[in-house]
């Protein structure tokens, strides 16, 4: 009997937890990936994702090659897909790596009831975390949830060591690799013409390779390359969580980063209204301001402030923002602007390809103040966040180049002569108006 292991947001061999189980207990192996078409729809078929998780399976399935295996990939509803082969191939048990939202938890619970009837274990193994949910006590704050965190990585600072490359090679060397023959390949499931002009395995590997010591110093300027852009290889697990913590322990701000990760991952998982309501009981009766013609000048990059504007030309271009902008952009959205954080949220996941669900619902309460970890209301002031962070409008000249004969002095002024788009907001009374309204 063989034993299925599906990836999922584990797009690798190196210390990929589930598969090491898999490959301990079992001897026949059968490596699949299921392209899910609830996710499909509803990003549609040409999103940018797509582009970087094929250029992933693709490297995966290499590597699968050089221990005589293949990924087997599926398109379909994921429950349906497994228990098809339940039914037409001689499966003994299911590994994967545990999943976290509730469509994940909803789906795994599902594939376990169809195991289950046919006497078949489904095994979920901790991975995409170095602390799950339940390992610690529960905070609403992140210093003292950090502190637990911290010391419970400590005290077991085996689970948070990759396994070495080379016990690895023995033992997927010694595996059976299961291939069907009707097996299908990736681009005979979906095709694009191209990988990702920003985001592909070799940039994240140098990336990976490179050294970050002064990323304290250099990750808050958008117009440097300072910032790690790990992100997307972390959100489809390219990277392992294990290896970036052994890499960057020592690095107090890129640790307290996935620290920060976490935290809203065990948020969401103890306080799940999160997914549709304000975290804080006291924001709930917020009433916030439709305005339709504010919103489109959003999301055209048309507010009038040259960082917000680049930053989402930035994210168009690049299916990324940089995080500080993504502080100065939310912050603008709820507060300068009063438009619901749901609208926010909901456009990230449109167009970020390091979306992260639980991640980015976190981060985006914390703008809007709403969210757990609450400070004093913040207010980012653009254009302040412009004169101290692209002091010579570098970076905002790249994205809005119609500004490239502006010295930066006006440019951090707002001093255009016309010859820019008006701003559709004034910054001090709009973050007034907010500071009266969040005192209810």
Known sequence: MKTLFIFRQDLRLHDN????????????????????????????????????????????????????????????DPVDVVQKLLETENIGA??????????????????????????ISYARVKDFLLVEPGEVEVRKV??????????????????????????????????QWYIPSNRRD??????????????????????????????DDTRNFPWIDGSTRF???????????????????????????????????????????IYTEEFQEKRR????????????????????????????RQLYETNWMHNRLRMVVASFLTKNLWIDWRKGEKWFRQH???????????NWQWSASVGADPKPIRIFNPLLQSERFDPDAVFIKKYIPELSDFQPKDIHSLNFSGKYIPPIVDQKWSALRARERYKI
Do not use: C
């Open 142 to 175: 992140f210093t003292p949830y950090s502190k637990l965190w911290r010391k419970h990585i400590e005290y077991n600072y085996v689970y948070a060591t990759p396994m070495t490359h080379e016990l690895e090679h023995d033992l997927f060397q010694s595996t």
């Open 352 to 362: 970020l390809i390091d979306y992260d669900e639980a991640v980015n619902i976190g």
């Open 285 to 312: 009766n917020i009433i916030w301001e439709e305005h339709p013609y504010n919103w489109s000048r959003f999301q055209n990059a048309e507010t009038g402030y040259p960082l917000v504007d680049a930053a989402i």
């Open 94 to 119: 299911i590994y994967a790596n545990r999943s976290y939202s509730p469509y994940g938890k909803n789906r795994d619970a599902m594939i376990e009831e169809s195991a289950k009837s046919k006497g």
């Open 186 to 215: 990736i681009r005979e499931v979906f095709w694009f013409p191209a990988f990702h002009p920003y985001w592909t395995i070799p940039f994240g590997e140098k990336r990976l390779s490179m050294n970050w010591d002064s990323y």
């Open 17 to 76: 937890k589930g598969l090491l189980e898999a490959v301990r207990h079992t001897k026949q192996i059968f490596p699949i990936f299921i392209l899910d078409s609830h996710i499909r729809k509803e990003f549609g078929e040409k999103d940018s994702r797509f582009w970087f998780i094929l250029e992933a399976l693709g490297y995966l399935d290499k590597e699968l090659q050089k221990y005589g295996g293949r990924l087997s990939v599926y398109q379909g």
């Open 231 to 273: 992100s997307p290889y972390i959100r489809f697990g390219v990277f392992s969580i294990r290896e970036l913590f052994q890499q960057f322990k020592n690095n107090t701000v890129i640790i307290n980063e996935l620290a920060w990760r976490e935290f809203w991952y065990h948020i969401a998982h103890h306080f799940p209204n």
